[in-house]
């Protein structure tokens, strides 16, 4: 039997050539890893609805003109995941709702340190080609 399948929305903000991404919280699936901001759609949204939700949930800012870029998926051992990755901005400062770690990186530094397999075929076939 093949795992559930989580869809999944994330946010690409980029401000002044530099990306914004959180770390994700010990106890949380992936814990440790690094990520672009957002989270699960919920039952009944659109993937821009849960964008918006989870941005705001997070960062505590809305999201502008979100624009779908690229959709991946992952198999892990307990799930599955279809990311869809969204180039928006943010309708202001973002700060950390949930005590999260929040850093601004260069597309080059996102190499440099983990994030989850999905993000990383985002990183590497869309922000370094």
């Known amino acids: 039997m093949s795992p559930p399948v989580i869809v999944v929305v994330a946010a690409v903000i980029e401000e002044d050539g530099r990306l914004l991404v959180t770390r994700r919280q010990r106890g949380t699936h992936l814990e440790g890893c690094w990520e672009f901001p957002g989270g699960k759609r919920e039952p009944g949204e659109t993937n821009e609805q849960a964008l918006g939700r989870e941005i705001v949930e997070e960062l505590g800012a ?26 928006c901005a943010l309708g202001g400062p973002p700060r950390p709702q949930l005590g999260q770690e929040l850093r601004w990186v260069r597309p080059a530094d996102l190499l440099e340190i983990p994030f989850p397999p999905a993000d990383a075929e985002f990183i590497q076939r869309f922000l370094l080609s």
């Open 62 to 87: 809305g999201v502008v003109d979100p624009r779908e870029v690229f959709v991946s998926s992952h198999v892990y051992p307990d799930r599955s995941v279809e990311l869809h990755f969204f180039r």
